[in-house]
């Protein structure tokens, strides 16, 4: 016994459309991993520029726009009351 051909299409349709979107899950998730690790090496980068900067200038606060800086007073860093 067979079930129909129109049942069998829809059947394997189903799977195909299935098997598509799980390749395509697949591929975002590699790309998405590949972001993460750019992440960690942007944030790596970042963290040696503001040591640089430090050593440089000490503790600043710098303003992206203008580049200009102020500097952070010791207390700034001391959250606690």
Same mark, same amino acid.
């Given at each position: 016994?067979?079930?129909?051909?129109?049942?069998?299409?829809?059947?394997? $349709?189903?799977?195909?459309?299935?098997?598509? %979107?799980?390749?395509?899950?697949?591929? %975002?998730?590699?790309?998405?991993?590949?972001?993460?690790?750019?992440?960690?090496?942007?944030?790596?980068?970042?963290?040696?520029?503001?040591?640089?900067?430090?050593?440089?200038?000490?503790?600043?606060?710098? $303003?992206?726009?203008?580049?200009?800086?102020?500097?952070?007073?010791? $207390?700034?860093?001391?959250?606690?009351?």
């Amino acid at each position: 016994m067979k079930i129909t051909e129109e049942q069998l299409k829809k059947v394997n $349709d189903q799977q195909a459309l299935l098997s598509d %979107i799980l390749n395509r899950i697949g591929l %975002i998730e590699t790309e998405k991993h590949s972001l993460l690790h750019k992440v960690a090496e942007v944030n790596q980068e970042i963290e040696d520029t503001k040591s640089e900067l430090e050593k440089q200038y000490g503790k600043v606060s710098v $303003d992206l726009k203008t580049g200009e800086y102020t500097e952070i007073k010791e $207390d700034e860093f001391n959250t606690e009351d």
